[in-house]
Nanobody
């Protein structure tokens, strides 16, 4: 049974920083892509950032230059460093991964709330 557990959300003032973390566990053969999505109230879930096993990244235009995604392949973890946070970054953030265990499937974390407010 593969699980993704994400954490690190909270309440932060505009301009502040937070770091989200996600750990994959279970009978994992390999992890192809790991990433973060977010969903704000009344809006569709959207991609925030994604990273491949080789380290290639892509970001939503709205977070470029402010957020940095990284992963530790040995530990099956992915992190999202969020700087210069804005109120419009408020959302539930979900970890996501394409994992071979051994079949290739897409998995989601349970979500962690990020609130940017003064």
């Amino acid at each position: 049974q593969v699980q993704l557990v994400d954490s690190g959300g909270g309440l932060v003032q505009p301009g502040g920083s937070l770091k989200l973390s996600c750990a994959a566990s279970g009978s994992i053969f390999s992890i192809v892509t790991m990433g973060w999505y977010r969903q704000a109230p009344g809006k569709q879930r959207e991609l925030v950032a994604r990273i491949t096993s080789g380290g290639s990244t892509n970001y939503a235009d709205s977070v470029k230059g402010r957020f940095t995604i990284s992963r530790d392949n040995a530990k099956n973890t992915v992190s999202l460093q969020m700087n210069s946070l804005k109120p419009e970054d408020t959302a539930v953030y979900y970890c996501n991964a394409d994992i071979r265990a051994p079949a290739l499937r897409n998995y989601w974390g349970q979500g962690t709330q990020v609130t940017v407010s003064s």
